[in-house]
């Protein structure tokens, strides 16, 4: 019996027009009190010159810059603000497309995984709305009910995404001959390029040049309107 195909999207930039910072900036926004709110602003604004070189050179640091703001923050925290950051972040960033695309590879009897450097807590909320098999995403580190603001390894940025990608296939039976991914931009070429079937969406421009080099298939999902 051959193995059932499984097709992994990257999130952030493909399935939504949003990116790591929003989600991050609501958790800030919402702490304690105004001193907390602050201190954990402060706190970002001295690391934004790191996280700016991070973002055009290394997605690995900029995911662990970025994610060490939430040292200090509680677990419930964590995970209570997750359903807000979702529906008052995430959801209405949705292409509208977003959830065809992905309900056609169910049809199809895919496998769906998304692969983000999101929070876990809030690709949880993505996974569950776009009906995906599961999810890869990053994981904050808790130690005494409170966040140390280290990420777990493997951290999911970057090059990592293809072996995260390999990795997962290997585990749940899927040849990646038979899959499919999907991001939207030239950091992912890794992830892209170890399945057989690899889909630019919303590409950026060095992402788009390279596939129509190697003739893998375009999608532009309309960013005017939103999933409802």
Not at 40 to 47: P, R
Not at 85 to 104: E, H, M, N, S
Not at 135 to 163: D, F, S
Not at 166 to 174: C, F, K, L, T
């Amino acid at each position: 019996m051959a193995a059932m195909p499984a097709s992994y999207f990257d999130v952030d930039g493909t399935l939504v027009s949003t990116n790591l910072i929003p989600p991050t900036l609501y958790y800030l926004l919402n702490q304690p009190t105004p001193l907390h709110v602050m201190q954990k602003l402060g706190g970002a604004l001295l690391k934004a010159p790191t996280m700016a070189w991070a973002e055009l050179r290394d997605r690995r640091l900029f995911n662990e810059t970025l994610y060490s703001v939430f040292q200090g923050m509680s677990e419930d925290r964590l995970v209570t603000l997750a359903d807000d950051v979702f529906d008052r972040i995430v959801r209405p960033a949705l292409y509208p497309g977003a959830k065809d695309l992905v309900q056609t590879s169910i049809d199809n009897g895919h496998d769906v995984i998304l692969i983000s450097g999101s929070l876990d807590v809030v690709i949880e909320h993505v996974a569950k709305y776009l009906g995906a098999t599961g999810y890869i995403a990053n994981r904050l580190e808790v130690h005494n009910l409170r966040c140390t603001g280290k990420l777990l390894r493997p951290v999911v940025a970057g090059p990592n995404k293809a072996i995260l990608v390999r990795d997962h296939a290997r585990e749940n039976g899927h040849d990646l001959d038979e899959c499919f991914a999907y991001s939207d931009s030239y950091s992912d070429v890794p992830m892209l390029s170890i399945v057989r079937y690899p889909v630019a969406v919303n590409p950026d421009r060095r992402l788009t040049q390279l596939a129509k080099a190697y003739s893998w298939p375009i999608i532009s999902l309309d960013s005017a309107a939103r999933s409802a």
